[in-house]
C-alpha cells in the first residue's frame, strides 16, 4: 500500500510563490506515478500536473503551465508541487495523489491513493 502525507500549504499574496510537499510510504513508492490535483468550493476536483514513475515525463493543466513545476526525489520519497506567480484563481484544496502505474495520466479516476489535501489560498 502507498500512504502520502501533504504540507507546505498556506496564505500567499497574488504573484508569490508556494512549495507542496507529498511524502510517500510503501516499497513501490519510487516506480509509482504521482499527481497533483485541487478542488476549489463548488467545484470539481481538477488535474494540475503528474509525473511518471521514473520521473522522464510530466504533464500539466494548461491554466498552470509555466507557472508550476511537479518533481520527485525517489530518495526522499517525496514528490513536490512548485508553484509560481501565484493568482487568487489557484485558490484550492490541493490533493496528492498515487496511482499503481509508472505511466503519468491526468484523469482522476485512474488514481489509487489520495492525501489529506493542503489548503492553498491567494489573496489579491
Known amino acids: 500500500q502507498v500512504q502520502l502525507v501533504e504540507s507546505g500549504g498556506g496564505l500567499v499574496q497574488a504573484g508569490g510563490s508556494l512549495r507542496l510537499s507529498c511524502a510517500a510510504s510503501?516499497?513501490?513508492?519510487?516506480?509509482?506515478?504521482m499527481g497533483w490535483f485541487r478542488q476549489a468550493p463548488g467545484k470539481e476536483r481538477e488535474f494540475v500536473a503528474v509525473?511518471?514513475?521514473?520521473?522522464?515525463?510530466?504533464n500539466y493543466a494548461d491554466s498552470v503551465k509555466g507557472r508550476f513545476t511537479i518533481s520527485r526525489d525517489n530518495a526522499k520519497n517525496t514528490v513536490y508541487l512548485q508553484m509560481n506567480i501565484l493568482k487568487p484563481e489557484d485558490t484550492a484544496v490541493y490533493y496528492c495523489?498515487?496511482?499503481?502505474?509508472?505511466?503519468?495520466?491526468?484523469?482522476?479516476?485512474?488514481?489509487?491513493?489520495w492525501g489529506q489535501g493542503t489548503q492553498v489560498t491567494v489573496s489579491s
Open positions: 509525473v511518471s514513475g521514473s520521473g522522464d515525463s510530466t
Open positions: 495523489a498515487a496511482r499503481r502505474s509508472t505511466i503519468a495520466t491526468m484523469n482522476r479516476n485512474l488514481f489509487n491513493y
Open positions: 510503501g516499497r513501490t513508492f519510487s516506480s509509482a506515478a
